[in-house]
């Protein structure tokens, strides 16, 4: 992640939240994520809501879109289907 790539349009950005981009912990999750996403040819916000919708109780997930290709790329997120050790590889990273 690239912190000089963050500007208007992004939603921590634009609501005064960039602190969490400076965070060393939050960073290298990020990145790790990053790499998983590139590795099975998603985008991260794509590998963020297929994993969400894998968690147990979780309802219908909504995320917001700046742009239409935000929209486009949030909703073929919802034809992802995460092997399990897809999930598990994920978990790892994120309860780091």
Same mark, same amino acid.
């Given at each position: 992640? &690239?912190?000089? &790539?963050? *500007? +208007? #349009?992004?939603?921590?950005?634009?609501? *005064?939240?960039?602190?969490?981009?400076?965070?060393? !912990?939050?960073?290298?999750?990020?990145?790790?994520?990053? =790499?998983?996403? !590139?590795?099975? &040819?998603?985008?991260?916000?794509?590998?963020?809501? /297929?994993?969400?919708? $894998?968690? +147990? #109780?979780? *309802? +219908?997930?909504? +995320?917001? /879109? @700046? $742009?239409?290709?935000?929209? !486009? =790329?949030? /909703?073929? /997120? #919802?034809?992802?289907?995460?092997?399990? @050790?897809?999930?598990?590889?994920?978990?790892?990273?994120?309860?780091?």
């Amino acid at each position: 992640m &690239n912190i000089e &790539n963050v *500007g +208007p #349009g992004d939603r921590l950005f634009d609501e *005064g939240s960039t602190e969490l981009y400076t965070d060393n !912990k939050v960073r290298e999750k990020i990145t790790r994520l990053s =790499s998983l996403a !590139k590795e099975w &040819n998603i985008e991260l916000n794509q590998l963020a809501l /297929a994993y969400m919708l $894998t968690l +147990p #109780g979780m *309802g +219908p997930v909504i +995320p917001s /879109a @700046s $742009t239409v290709a935000q929209l !486009k =790329s949030n /909703a073929e /997120a #919802g034809k992802i289907v995460l092997e399990k @050790s897809q999930v598990e590889r994920i978990k790892e990273i994120v309860n780091y």
